[in-house]
């Protein structure tokens, strides 16, 4: 996929639509993580699953796990918003007081592994990490069997394109939160190649992951380079420290990730988009509602399609308006706006949208209503400054519209027509059959035509009879 370039997939996600689903994923891990909390069992990966489990487990808590989890937390909460201003007030430079107040998790990690050694909170229920392989995982050799890919195809594709709109999800927003960019292009490619190693080491689907990525961001990370540090760690850790690891309790990892991701739940954008687009609105919380209802994959499908949807409801009723000129300028604006002056012989409409097969109906339909209430009408311009573009099917509703001001009696007229548009007009029989003609300015349409109109109306006043 990043070979051919379809990393474009990416832009079929909008804000409402990522930013929905990274509240909604936040809010489902971090509900998830709550089991390790408490010490009880629950599964489910959408939320009515896992409150039911956990509140039909909720007698089952363990009061240990239960101290440490909401200790751990308490404390990482505080780390995160009140060490640095505490240790800046003590006179620590700013830089030390950060790379201490990111290193809470550490201090949390390692007082609870201690503890949970000190007191021999294992044996009262408090869930460790265990034992871990000493070792890393065999280099093997994946399965050639072409009747088993056959049979995996669509679910591989479905998983790396979830996989992508996942990492991408993540990574737009991180990123947004540093004013940086990414290229989808490029995390395709990286995504590609992390699989291709995986499958050499029977790992599972390489993604970047939501609850791990948001972990990193807190702890720092900047660069590239934080993920070939986090990889070097991870391989010595795996060689050397994983004995050191098996009374970690599994409630501070978990207080960890629950609060490392409950930063990026958001509830202000829903109200900002509320206020400035409602069907930018209807997206965010159909993913919000569907992702924590349904799931991860769900959701984001949802939000997508919904997204694409409402583009097109959109695309197929675009703006059009009737302006005159502004009084002692050469701009033209739309009548219900501004004071401007207008013809009754001439009637100027501005098309704001590229002409397709979306909208080309809709136009028709409205020119022809617009121009069934000026019965005075002698000319008709379709302003195309805001048209990027025009189909074939916006082409045959252009002509229809020439045949049908034609038979009216009305001249169809173009004004600032942009160089490519005109170069596929050129190229078609519109400019031929045109009643009228295409103006480089609407300016010069409107005082043209002014001009011929009143021209044409002395020239119809009948001569005084002298009384033969």
């Not at 739940?265 to 997206?283: L, M, Q, Y």
């Not at 695309?315 to 000129?325: D, Y």
Request: aromatic share 6%; with cysteine; net charge neutral.
């Amino acid at each position: 996929m990043g070979v051919l370039r379809l990393g474009f997939l990416g832009n079929l996600l909008s804000h409402p639509v990522v930013s929905g689903f990274i509240t909604a994923s936040g809010i489902i891990i971090a509900t998830s993580q709550l089991k390790s909390i408490l010490g009880i069992g629950a599964s489910g990966e959408a939320l009515p699953e896992l409150i039911t489990t956990l509140i039909a487990n909720l007698g089952d808590t363990n009061v240990p796990t239960l101290v440490i989890g909401v200790t751990s937390a308490a404390f990482l909460f505080w780390v995160r918003k009140g060490l640095k201003p505490l240790l800046t007030g003590l006179g620590l430079a700013a830089r030390p007081a950060d790379l201490i107040a990111k290193a809470g998790p550490i201090a949390a990690i390692a007082v609870s592994t201690v503890a949970v050694i000190l007191f021999d909170l294992e044996a009262q229920g408090v869930k460790v990490v265990g034992t871990i392989p000493q070792s890393l995982p065999p280099f093997t050799v994946p399965l050639i069997d072409l009747a088993l890919w056959q049979q995996l195809a669509v679910p591989a594709l479905l998983i790396a394109v979830i996989g992508f709109v996942e990492s991408v999800s993540v990574a737009q927003t991180l990123a947004a939160k540093r004013r940086q960019r990414i290229s989808p292009n490029q995390e395709l490619i990286g995504l590609g190649a992390a699989n291709v190693a995986a499958a050499f080491s029977g790992g599972y689907p390489v993604t970047g992951g939501f609850a791990r990525s948001v972990v990193n961001f807190d702890a720092g990370a900047e660069t590239p380079a934080a993920g070939a540090f986090t990889a070097v760690g991870i391989l010595v850790a795996a060689l050397l420290l994983t004995p050191l690891l098996y009374a970690l309790p599994i409630a501070t990892l978990a207080a960890t990730i629950i609060v490392a991701v409950l930063s990026l739940v958001d509830f202000k954008t829903p109200r900002t988009v509320w206020r400035f687009s409602k069907p930018d609105f209807a997206a965010l919380i159909t993913t919000i509602a569907v992702t924590l209802l349904a799931g991860v994959e769900p959701g984001v499908v949802s939000g997508v399609v919904l997204s694409l949807a409402l583009y097109l409801w959109r695309a197929s009723r675009p703006h059009a308006a009737i302006v005159g000129r502004v009084p002692d300028t050469e701009h033209f604006r739309n009548v219900k706006r501004h004071a401007v002056i207008t013809d009754p012989r001439i009637l100027t409409i501005r098309i704001d949208e590229s002409l397709t097969y979306l909208n080309a109906r809709w136009l028709e339909e409205f020119v022809l209503e617009q121009v069934a209430e000026h019965r005075d009408l002698q000319h008709l311009v379709l302003m195309c400054s805001a048209v990027n573009g025009i189909d074939a099917s916006a082409l045959e509703s252009l002509e229809a519209i020439n045949l049908r001001m034609a038979d009216a009696g009305v001249q169809l007229h173009l004004s600032e027509v942009k160089g490519p548009v005109m170069d596929a007009l050129q190229r078609s029989h519109l400019l031929e059959a045109l009643g009228g003609r295409v103006f480089l300015s609407q300016h010069q349409a409107f005082d043209e035509l002014a001009g011929e109109a009143s021209r044409a109306d002395r020239l119809a006043v009948p001569v005084p009879s002298n009384g033969h």
